[in-house]
């Protein structure tokens, strides 16, 4: 049973600009090609991703196609740079398109996500992963995605600090643990869902 | 000393749809009106504001105009509705790019935004607007505003409701009143802080 | 094979003083009875739990029996109440206390919580419950926890209400179908890691 | 008209044991006292401050003496540790303590805390400033205290790092800015709002 990773950028970095996160997620995917599991990785700011909470706004919408690669990917790796100490307006453009899948429930009350688990990937000048991470588990487990122990991998530097992961040249040994435990655990999670997803609970006629 | 006062509504509602949000704001624009402070509201979603952390992102952006008008006001009132439980992606955007005032200080360390008062308004169908007002908060004060008492009014139906703000036909007393304590005390602030604004502190030579 | 849970209700009345969150966690273990799981419920601010971050604080501490019975258990149900739109400094109290985990992994960095699920209850009179799931899910999942979808259940009322969960007479239909959904998932996905718990990631000599 | 400021040192540590937290604090009320303004430092965790949301929760309570402290002072500094990310129980504690001031408004609904200013301090191996500022920043904020321009100062190491800022043999430069800063922002409005408190709204007769 073969498992696949879709790694979204959620950088605020237009094009091929170098991007930090780029590179944090880059090394994630790798760790997850280790274990066998192929990845894609997509700029989100390279999208025309529309405001909104359903799963096609219209006027030239790309949502719709990503959607669809999210939900054919059995693990979901959310990359974000930190800004202001929070996650990028991306990132939260992404999970809020997502909010559509409340009206998205089969018989038995299963969003598209349920049997998919989540990961979050945050790299930062400085200070702001752990809240990252909160923010966007919390959004993601709203919308029925499941997370695995450690879920979140990060960089970040001393308060107030200014230099970027993409310009570190010496790996992270830190950060290239964690980034291992996370994909060893959401590869493991995912062969379980995989195998056995979500019954779900039927609704009661009311 | 007149003050102005710019409500900027982060609704993912583009054109001129119907807003919940837009009825927080507009109500909060009378409390301050009553106070002779006169105000503009802006919706944000209609303006095409570029991702970034530069005060011009170029091509098109229309941050430049907007950014323009708030450093013309005295109290910039910021408007979200809650989407999973946090604020809208445009009102991330809009906090997001003042992270660029982090490189516009004076000789004295003060931001664009030193003297001017913010406040934030929630509209949401359920819970959420507790944490966006701490996301706001913390993100409008990184980047140089003050906070007066009660700076977020709000209104958010029970837990998981549906129904709108903007259907509500009765006014909700205790949103009216917490909407005009916030519109006082910004007020006051306001008045204080224009006629003796802080003197910040000069860089020691390094 | 069969499954436990442990629920703590993490209010700040101390005693057997009424309690909402009691309420809501007494009908999550009714949720969770009909799946056939047994539980326990924990009143924590009956309890000694010293400050600290190791597993044992000495001095009378309650926190070590509390541990091995959490540990002992299949899944956590962390019930709090809400205060200023933010769990209850009883509740930090406890997952504070999990921070030793990180110092007590086994040879393939697992924590002592791997392979349990964790899942939260919140109660309040308004707003404030996502953001709840927010900070213990972040906290729950750094130390070792993992969270099915939907893993938090909740009821607040209406923007600035003050009414009780604990004195609604007639039962919330919208918490019920949640709190059920829950427990389905939690129930679910607990089984699996029984049969199957993450296999770790031996660390490298250094 | 002179100021005064209290510390209120939220370490988990007892006794008169090292803390970082001590450490910051003692260097924020160096730059106060450059000002003018003198002040104290309280750590909470030698009083018995009891869990509850009144003023006085009996029974060998230590809260109200600390809140006349608190009350008699111009400008409160709260300073936490950073745990998992969040701030710790023992801030968490102090500031629910405060819920009652909800209950404790004058004729004008202006809260016993009404033209005090509040400031936070941070500190932790890694990550969390940020975050622990928001959470502390909404708290006091709700419960009435007025926020002056970067209200938050904050030392962290990096990413997963395990230095205390107590160890540290060389001053943080960008720290000690940012106290300077926080201190003289704190002052000015303190100042400004010791001369003209809010007036606050009278309720209207319903």
Redesign the interface.
């Known amino acids: 049973m073969s498992l696949t990773v879709i790694a979204l950028n959620c950088t605020?970095k237009?094009g091929d600009e170098d991007s930090s996160t780029d590179k944090l997620l880059q090394e994630a995917l790798i760790e997850f090609q280790k274990l066998g599991i192929e990845g894609d990785l997509v700029r989100i700011?390279n999208l025309d991703i529309k405001?909104?909470?359903t799963s096609d706004e219209g006027d030239g919408d790309e949502w719709p196609q990503l959607l669809e690669r999210i939900l054919a990917s059995d693990i979901l790796l959310l990359g974000t740079p930190v800004?202001?100490?929070?996650?990028?307006?991306?990132a939260?453009?992404v999970?809020?398109r997502m909010?559509a899948f409340f009206g998205e429930m089969d018989r038995n009350?299963r969003?598209p996500?349920?049997g998919k688990v989540a990961a979050i990937a945050v790299v930062g000048n400085?200070?702001?992963?752990?809240?990252c991470?909160?923010?966007l588990?919390?959004?993601l487990?709203?919308?029925?995605?499941?997370?695995?122990?450690?879920?979140?991998t990060?960089?970040?530097?001393?308060?107030?600090?200014s230099i970027d992961y993409k310009d570190l040249t010496v790996p992270?040994?830190?950060?290239r643990?964690?980034t291992?435990?996370l994909a060893?655990?959401a590869a493991?999670?995912a062969t379980?869902?995989k195998a056995?997803t979500?019954?779900?609970?039927r609704?009661k006629p009311?």
């Open positions: 605020l237009r700011a405001p909104g909470v800004w202001l100490g929070q996650p990028s307006s991306v939260k453009r999970v809020e909010d009350n969003m996500s349920y400085e200070d702001g992963a752990h809240h991470h909160a923010e588990f919390q959004a487990n709203d919308v029925g995605f499941t997370l695995a122990p450690g879920a979140g990060y960089w970040v530097g001393e308060a107030m600090g992270v040994k830190k950060t643990e964690t291992a435990i060893a655990n493991h999670l379980l869902l056995s979500y019954p779900g609970v609704s009311s």
